[in-house]
């Protein structure tokens, strides 16, 4: 069964402060790995899209990277405005397309 | 362009009373997708049509029906709604079923009394 679990749960920074959350997956075969943001009472915004190992995606102050085993999104010098709850979702090769979403982490930067 | 459009933004229901919840996209998307998210859960997908025509079963189906109504539009009935159904609704589309990014509406956020 596919899962995906994303580390830590909640994470408080300083502006500035750079730090990086986790998504470690295991699915069957990957077809892709989506990173979205979802602020309070709003729905997911879209992020990045990854394929395979080794591949990197950058926007503004968010660097995702993708392994084997998870992918990891870096956050550079956050901005307040940057607080959010990133979500991660895996898409396994094989399926029809189902995405399977990990919990979330919640950021909060403080200025 | 609006992207993906959800009605109601609130609704309160009592134990047993149906309702329906709208989506529609102006992206001319195929596949469009209806969730719950629930605190802790993450989200968990209720059903889905990958194109005009076509709907199928996702993780939670029980107690909901779906209505592909045309290609840019995908409803959500609830026929007797439960608290258990108490969540905020999200409806995503996307190009095609599989390899392409979903995108969110702005959600519904629903309480069962």
């Known amino acids: 069964e596919d899962q995906v679990t994303q580390s830590p749960e909640a994470l408080r920074l300083q502006e500035g402060e750079s730090s990086s959350l986790n998504c470690s997956y295991t699915?069957?075969?990957?077809?892709?790995l989506f990173w979205y943001r979802q602020d309070p009472g709003k729905g997911p915004e879209f992020l990045f899209t990854?394929?395979?190992a080794g591949e990197e995606k950058e926007k503004e102050r968010l660097k995702a990277t993708l392994t084997k085993k998870e992918s990891f999104l870096h956050i550079t010098a956050p901005k307040p405005e940057d607080s959010a709850t990133y979500l991660c979702?895996?898409?396994?090769?094989?399926?029809?397309?189902?995405?399977?979403f990990g919990a979330g982490t919640q950021v909060v930067v403080t200025p | 362009n609006a992207g993906v459009t959800q009605t109601p933004k609130f609704q309160v229901l009592k134990t047993g009373q149906s309702m329906t919840l709208q989506c529609a996209q102006d992206?001319?998307?195929?596949?469009m997708y209806w969730y719950r998210q629930d605190p802790g859960m993450g989200l968990r997908l209720i059903y889905y049509s990958a194109s005009e025509g076509t709907t199928d079963k996702g993780e939670v189906p029980n107690g909901y029906n779906v209505s592909r109504l045309n290609k840019r539009e995908f409803s959500l009935r609830l026929e007797s709604a439960a608290p258990s159904q108490t969540s905020v609704y999200f409806c995503a589309s996307s190009e095609k079923l599989a390899g392409s990014e979903q995108f969110f509406g702005p959600g519904t956020r629903l309480t069962v009394l």
């Open positions: 992206m001319n998307h195929n596949s």
């Open positions: 699915v069957s075969g990957l077809r892709g």
């Open positions: 990854l394929y395979s």
């Open positions: 979702a895996v898409q396994a090769s094989g399926s029809w397309g189902k995405l399977q």
